[in-house]
Protein backbone atom coordinates (compact mmCIF):
# COMPACT_ATOMS: atom_id res chain seq x y z
CA UNK A 1 0.00 0.00 0.00
CA UNK A 2 1.09 3.23 -0.68
CA UNK A 3 2.48 5.79 1.90
CA UNK A 4 2.08 9.15 1.88
CA UNK A 5 4.99 11.64 3.83
CA UNK A 6 4.68 15.33 3.86
CA UNK A 7 7.47 17.74 4.84
CA UNK A 8 8.13 21.54 4.55
CA UNK A 9 6.16 23.18 6.59
CA UNK A 10 7.23 25.67 8.94
CA UNK A 11 7.37 28.46 10.80
CA UNK A 12 6.76 32.05 8.37
CA UNK A 13 5.45 35.39 8.49
CA UNK A 14 2.29 36.42 7.18
CA UNK A 15 2.61 37.41 3.33
CA UNK A 16 5.16 34.69 3.00
CA UNK A 17 5.40 31.96 1.12
CA UNK A 18 6.10 28.35 1.68
CA UNK A 19 5.71 24.83 -0.26
CA UNK A 20 4.85 21.65 0.88
CA UNK A 21 5.69 18.51 -0.38
CA UNK A 22 3.74 14.74 -0.55
CA UNK A 23 6.10 12.08 -1.38
CA UNK A 24 4.60 8.45 -2.32
CA UNK A 25 6.39 5.52 -1.10
CA UNK A 26 5.97 2.10 -1.60
CA UNK A 27 3.69 2.52 -5.10
CA UNK A 28 3.17 5.33 -7.43
CA UNK A 29 -0.18 7.79 -6.91
CA UNK A 30 -2.93 5.27 -8.19
CA UNK A 31 -6.16 6.68 -7.24
CA UNK A 32 -8.66 9.16 -9.01
CA UNK A 33 -7.64 11.88 -7.32
CA UNK A 34 -4.96 13.41 -4.71
CA UNK A 35 -5.77 15.91 -2.16
CA UNK A 36 -4.76 18.59 0.70
CA UNK A 37 -6.47 19.03 4.00
CA UNK A 38 -5.43 20.97 7.13
CA UNK A 39 -6.93 21.03 10.89
CA UNK A 40 -6.02 23.93 12.83
CA UNK A 41 -6.43 23.14 16.65
CA UNK A 42 -9.90 22.72 18.05
CA UNK A 43 -11.00 22.63 14.38
CA UNK A 44 -12.02 19.92 12.06
CA UNK A 45 -9.85 18.96 8.93
CA UNK A 46 -11.24 20.62 6.08
CA UNK A 47 -10.45 20.83 2.41
CA UNK A 48 -7.90 22.84 0.87
CA UNK A 49 -6.78 21.96 -2.68
CA UNK A 50 -7.23 18.41 -5.03
CA UNK A 51 -5.26 17.18 -8.58
CA UNK A 52 -7.05 14.48 -10.42
CA UNK A 53 -4.54 12.38 -11.61
CA UNK A 54 -6.13 11.32 -15.12
CA UNK A 55 -6.78 15.12 -16.52
CA UNK A 56 -4.88 17.11 -14.02
CA UNK A 57 -7.53 19.46 -13.27
CA UNK A 58 -7.58 21.48 -9.74
CA UNK A 59 -9.61 22.63 -7.27
CA UNK A 60 -9.57 24.70 -4.69
CA UNK A 61 -11.21 25.91 -1.21
CA UNK A 62 -13.12 29.37 -1.14
CA UNK A 63 -10.46 30.59 1.27
CA UNK A 64 -7.52 29.50 -0.53
CA UNK A 65 -8.11 29.71 -4.44
CA UNK A 66 -5.36 32.23 -5.74
CA UNK A 67 -3.05 31.50 -3.14
CA UNK A 68 -1.97 28.24 -3.36
CA UNK A 69 -1.44 26.08 -6.06
CA UNK A 70 -1.37 22.42 -6.50
CA UNK A 71 0.89 20.28 -8.72
CA UNK A 72 2.38 17.13 -8.99
CA UNK A 73 5.61 15.88 -10.41
CA UNK A 74 4.82 11.96 -11.82
CA UNK A 75 8.85 11.56 -12.38
CA UNK A 76 9.33 11.77 -8.68
CA UNK A 77 6.10 10.71 -7.46
CA UNK A 78 5.10 13.49 -5.34
CA UNK A 79 2.47 16.36 -4.80
CA UNK A 80 2.94 19.37 -3.98
CA UNK A 81 0.81 22.55 -2.57
CA UNK A 82 2.32 26.42 -2.80
CA UNK A 83 1.26 28.58 -0.64
CA UNK A 84 1.88 32.32 -1.00
CA UNK A 85 0.05 35.65 1.04
CA UNK A 86 -0.11 33.35 4.20
CA UNK A 87 -2.21 34.71 6.53
CA UNK A 88 -2.41 33.91 9.78
CA UNK A 89 -5.43 31.86 9.96
CA UNK A 90 -3.78 29.34 7.32
CA UNK A 91 -1.93 28.04 10.65
CA UNK A 92 -2.46 24.33 10.68
CA UNK A 93 -1.25 20.95 10.57
CA UNK A 94 -1.68 19.70 6.24
CA UNK A 95 -2.22 16.54 5.11
CA UNK A 96 -2.02 14.79 1.79
CA UNK A 97 -4.40 11.78 1.25
CA UNK A 98 -5.81 10.27 -1.46
CA UNK A 99 -9.32 9.14 -2.59
CA UNK A 100 -10.72 7.04 -5.52
CA UNK A 101 -14.53 9.30 -5.42
CA UNK A 102 -14.84 11.96 -8.19
CA UNK A 103 -15.49 14.86 -6.99
CA UNK A 104 -15.65 13.99 -3.04
CA UNK A 105 -13.88 16.92 -0.61
CA UNK A 106 -14.51 14.97 2.69
CA UNK A 107 -12.31 13.65 4.73
CA UNK A 108 -13.80 10.65 4.92
CA UNK A 109 -13.93 9.48 1.04
CA UNK A 110 -10.01 10.18 1.61
CA UNK A 111 -7.49 7.59 2.71
CA UNK A 112 -3.72 7.05 2.65
CA UNK A 113 -3.36 10.06 5.10
CA UNK A 114 0.43 11.18 5.67
CA UNK A 115 1.07 12.28 9.18
CA UNK A 116 1.18 15.56 8.58
CA UNK A 117 3.58 18.80 8.59
CA UNK A 118 2.74 21.65 10.58
CA UNK A 119 2.50 25.30 9.46
CA UNK A 120 2.50 28.03 11.26
CA UNK A 121 1.91 31.93 9.91
CA UNK A 122 3.08 34.81 12.90
CA UNK A 123 1.45 38.17 11.89
Known amino acids: QVQLVESGGGLVQAGGSLRLSCAAS????????MGWFRQAPGKEREFVAA????????HYADSVRGRFTISRDNAKNTVYLQMTSLKTEDTADYYC????????????????WGQGTQVTVSS
Open 51 to 58: LLRSRGST
Open 26 to 33: GGTFSSYA
Open 97 to 112: AETDIAGSYYPADYHS
